[in-house]
C-alpha cells in the first residue's frame, strides 16, 4: 500500500509540475532579452547618478520627444498656476480683491469677462479674524456660500512648519487649486537680512516650491513701498528678489485713496503684460471690470489642427496609431518626427481650443500617439 501511495504522489507532483512549467515560463521569459537590457539601462543610469561628478542634462531629441502637462489656467487670460506677488498700497482693497478672487475660483463662476476654472480655495486672511471675514463675505456675496472656500486666521511662519500645515490641507482636499497667503509679512521671520536680495529670494522660491510640487496657483499678498517708480513693478517693497523668484506679480493702485476707481497692472511669465481698469461698487465693495488696455492675444486657426479635429473625431472619439499613420490619415506631406513635435508643442492649444488630448508613448515597437477628445 505504501508503494502505491508513492507511485501516486509521484504521478500528481510530474503533472502539476508538467502542467505549471509552461505557465512559469510565460510570465517569466516574454521579452526577456528586451527586459534585460531595459533593466541593465536603468541600473547604468542609478549607478551614474550616484557618482558626485553626475549633472542631469537632457538632449535636444530627448526634449523634442517630451509631451508636457497641458497646463490650464485658474482664471483664463488672467492667472495661471505658480506663484503671484499680489501688491498694493495699505487700505487701496487688497483684501476685497482677494476675497472676489476666492469666491470666483471656489464657485467657478467667471471673474468680469474671464473664464475660472473651479477649484478648492485655502486663503489665509492673517491680518482679519472671523467677524471681519463673515461681515466682508456677507456683504460682498449675501447668502450664496461654497463649500470649496475656507479660511485660516493664523498660522506658522515659513521658517517654523507653514508648509507642512499646506501640505496637510492640500492632502485632504487635493482638488484645490488657489491658496491665498494675506500677508507676506505675517509668514516670514523677523531678523536683519529681512530685506536682503537673498531673504527675498528664499522665501518667495520656498512657497513657489510648494506650489509647484503641488500643481496649484499661489497668490502672496504684499505692500508697496511710498517712493513713485516709472515702473509700477519698481514700487513693490524689498528687494528685485521678491519678483525674480515669483511666475508674476500683480499691482493694485489708486491715483488717489478717496476715488473708487483703480487700475490692476499685470505681468508674468505665462501671460503678457495687462493693464485693467476696475471700480469699486459702492454698496457690495466688490471690483467691477470696467475696460482693459490689452486684449487676450489670440493665435490664428493652425490649418493643421482644425483638420486634425476635423478628420480624425469625425467619428470617434479617440484615436491610436504611430505618427506615419496619422499623416496618412490626415492628407499630409510631413515626415513623422516633425508631425509628432508639432504636436508636442502645440498639446496645450489642441486641449484649450478643441479638448484634445495628445499624448505619445514609447513602446517597443516604437511610438505610438493617442489622441483623445472630451466630451
Not at 129 to 157: N, P, S, V
Not at 279 to 289: C, G, M, P, R, S
Request: with cysteine.
Amino acid at each position: 500500500m505504501e508503494t502505491k501511495k508513492e507511485v501516486i504522489a509521484n504521478e500528481v507532483s510530474t503533472a502539476i509540475d508538467t502542467k505549471q512549467s509552461p505557465q512559469c515560463n510565460n510570465n517569466i521569459l516574454p521579452n526577456s532579452e528586451e527586459f534585460i537590457n531595459d533593466f541593465e539601462r536603468m541600473q547604468r543610469e542609478m549607478l551614474k547618478q550616484l557618482q558626485p561628478s553626475y549633472l542631469k542634462t537632457i538632449s535636444m531629441p530627448e526634449l523634442y520627444n517630451q509631451v508636457f502637462e497641458v497646463q490650464t489656467p485658474l482664471i483664463e487670460g488672467l492667472l495661471y498656476r505658480g506663484t503671484y506677488l499680489f501688491v498694493g498700497s495699505p487700505k487701496v482693497g487688497k483684501s476685497f480683491m482677494m476675497a472676489q478672487l476666492a469666491y470666483h475660483v471656489s464657485t467657478g463662476l467667471p471673474l468680469w469677462n474671464y473664464k475660472v476654472r473651479k477649484s478648492t480655495v485655502l486663503y489665509f486672511a492673517l491680518e482679519d479674524d472671523y467677524a471681519r471675514l463673515q461681515q466682508r463675505m456677507f456683504k460682498m456675496f449675501g447668502a450664496e456660500e461654497t463649500e470649496d472656500l475656507y479660511f485660516a486666521t493664523e498660522c506658522k511662519t515659513v521658517n517654523d512648519g507653514l508648509d507642512e500645515q499646506i501640505r496637510g490641507f492640500l492632502t485632504e482636499h487635493p482638488d484645490t487649486g488657489l491658496i491665498i497667503i494675506d500677508t507676506l509679512k505675517k509668514v516670514r521671520e523677523v531678523g536683519g537680512a529681512e530685506y536682503s536680495y537673498a531673504s527675498d529670494y528664499d522665501i518667495v522660491s520656498r512657497l513657489k516650491a510648494l506650489a509647484d510640487n503641488y500643481k496649484v496657483t499661489m497668490l502672496i499678498v504684499h505692500h508697496t513701498r511710498k517712493q513713485k517708480a516709472d515702473d509700477v513693478f519698481d514700487t513693490i517693497s524689498g528687494t528685485n528678489g521678491l519678483l525674480g523668484a515669483a511666475d508674476g506679480a500683480f499691482v493694485l493702485s489708486k491715483d488717489k485713496r478717496t476715488v473708487g476707481t483703480a487700475t490692476l497692472e499685470v505681468t508674468g511669465r505665462d501671460q503678457e503684460d495687462m493693464k485693467i481698469t476696475l471700480t469699486k461698487d459702492k454698496q457690495t465693495l466688490v471690483w467691477n471690470f470696467e475696460k482693459s488696455e490689452t486684449e487676450i492675444d489670440i493665435e490664428p486657426p493652425d490649418p493643421l489642427l482644425e483638420k486634425l479635429n476635423e478628420i480624425i473625431f469625425s467619428e470617434s472619439n479617440q484615436w491610436d496609431g504611430t505618427a506615419s499613420e496619422l499623416a496618412i490619415v490626415l492628407g499630409e506631406k510631413i515626415p513623422p518626427n516633425v508631425l509628432s513635435l508639432r504636436l508636442s508643442t502645440n498639446a496645450n492649444r489642441l486641449y484649450k481650443d478643441y479638448g484634445i488630448r495628445y499624448q505619445n508613448s514609447r513602446t517597443h515597437s516604437g511610438r505610438k500617439v493617442t489622441l483623445s477628445k472630451e466630451v
